[in-house]
């Protein structure tokens, strides 16, 4: 079968490296905030140009963890994407606000700035767009809601480290922004791991003491907190995988462009598209089809592994049931869960497993008529 992702190859290509690094993470003894957590948030501060970078445990709290910093609780609204994965909406509800959705642009997948504006309250209190499959959503429109209303833009950026928009790198274009290091995602240890960036640094540091049990001084604890620390191991790993990132990045890119050009004449699909001003970083490539449950099958049976993101919208998972939305309140978003299908695409891929991909599509079209 050809995989969808495959991590290990990653792995495998800076073996030796990340052998040494956590050896000597071993045998130095210090296992939780040591100096690869440092040098990790530093590294990757520096890189984005911002002024704190703050490793947590995964994605799902940094998102949970920013989102408490900024007081945004119950009776609290945060407009996001019904297109993403759960655990957006579910760090809003976890600090106690309401997601409250909004639809998406079907050509980028991303947040519609229009359709956020519609759906900004009294009671808003930031909008929290995702950079979906790694391609930055339309920040400056978001941004410039944002400032119209006085409220705060918190980018989901778990997809999309290393996606640049107008020149600047995700992660550094709003009031703060979360990474995931999960083993899927384009900048990934083999475990877990997440990060929280601002130039913030009063939000940097009450994310410190709330991630630390809520403590500024050791065993002296001002307010509840969470227990949520990122590994001298994981962050020893992540030191290593940051010094390629931009050739893996770059090695996504070519395999999309392959793509693009080897499937433009196939008449089912419509492959993704990337608007000028940004660069996407393909930590997914999805097509769209109206076949796609055929193309599926069809697919498997030729060895290749695809994906369905997501299969269910958020709005309609039976989690938020409570909160009455139905099928038909985001009809783009809706429709593209019923449509896009993940081909494989990972840096270390071979253009004889990518031709496999290419041949098997092909044969569907000729299949069709
Ligand atoms: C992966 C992901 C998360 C959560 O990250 P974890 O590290 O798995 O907790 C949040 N949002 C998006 C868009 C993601 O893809």
């Not at 590294?43 to 994605?59: H, P, S, T």
């Not at 606000?97 to 519609?112: E, G, Q, V």
Request: with cysteine; hydrophobic share 40%.
């Amino acid at each position: 079968m050809i995989p969808i992702t495959d991590p290990k190859r990653q792995f495998t290509a800076l073996e030796s490296d990340i052998f040494i690094k956590i050896m000597h993470v071993l045998k130095k003894g210090t296992y939780i905030s040591g100096e690869n957590v440092t040098q990790l948030e530093s590294v990757i501060a520096d890189r984005l140009g911002v002024k704190e970078a703050i490793a947590v445990a995964n994605g799902t709290d940094a998102l949970v963890l920013t989102l408490h910093a900024y007081n945004i609780g119950p009776g609290d609204e945060v407009v996001t994407t019904p297109f993403s994965f759960f655990a957006t909406a579910e760090a809003i509800s976890r600090v106690g606000a309401t997601p409250i959705f909004a639809d998406i642009d079907p050509t980028t997948f991303n947040l519609d700035p229009a359709k956020v504006r519609e759906k900004i309250s009294k009671r808003t209190k930031a909008i929290l767009p995702v950079h979906l499959f790694g391609q930055p959503a339309d920040m400056q429109e978001l941004n410039k809601l944002a400032k119209e209303h006085n409220i705060l833009v918190i980018e989901d950026a778990c997809q999309a480290f290393g996606a640049v928009y107008q020149g600047k790198e995700v992660g550094s274009l709003g009031d703060a922004a979360c990474f995931s290091f999960f083993p899927t995602k384009n900048l990934s240890t083999m475990g877990d791991g997440g990060l929280v960036t601002t130039s913030d640094k009063t939000l940097a540091k009450r994310i410190r003491e709330l991630k630390t049990h809520g403590s500024k001084q050791k065993y002296f604890h001002s307010e509840i907190g969470y227990n949520s620390r990122l590994d001298e191991i994981h962050a020893a790993i992540l030191l290593c995988c940051l010094k390629n990132i931009d050739e893996w990045n770059q090695m996504r890119g070519n395999w999309a462009v392959r793509y693009q050009q080897k499937l433009k004449d196939l008449t089912f699909i419509e492959s993704p598209k990337t608007k000028a001003d940004r660069k996407h970083v393909y930590h997914l490539y999805t097509i769209s089809t109206e076949r796609r449950q055929e193309l599926m099958e069809h697919l498997t049976s030729r060895k290749v592994q695809t994906g369905i993101y997501y299969p269910q919208c958020i709005h309609l998972q039976e989690a938020y049931q409570h909160l009455s939305y139905r099928k038909g309140d985001f009809p783009k978003a809706e429709q593209l869960s019923e449509r896009l299908l993940a081909l494989p695409l990972f840096p270390h891929m071979t253009e004889a497993e990518q031709d496999v991909v290419i041949e098997a599509l092909k044969e569907f079209q000729v299949m069709l008529s």
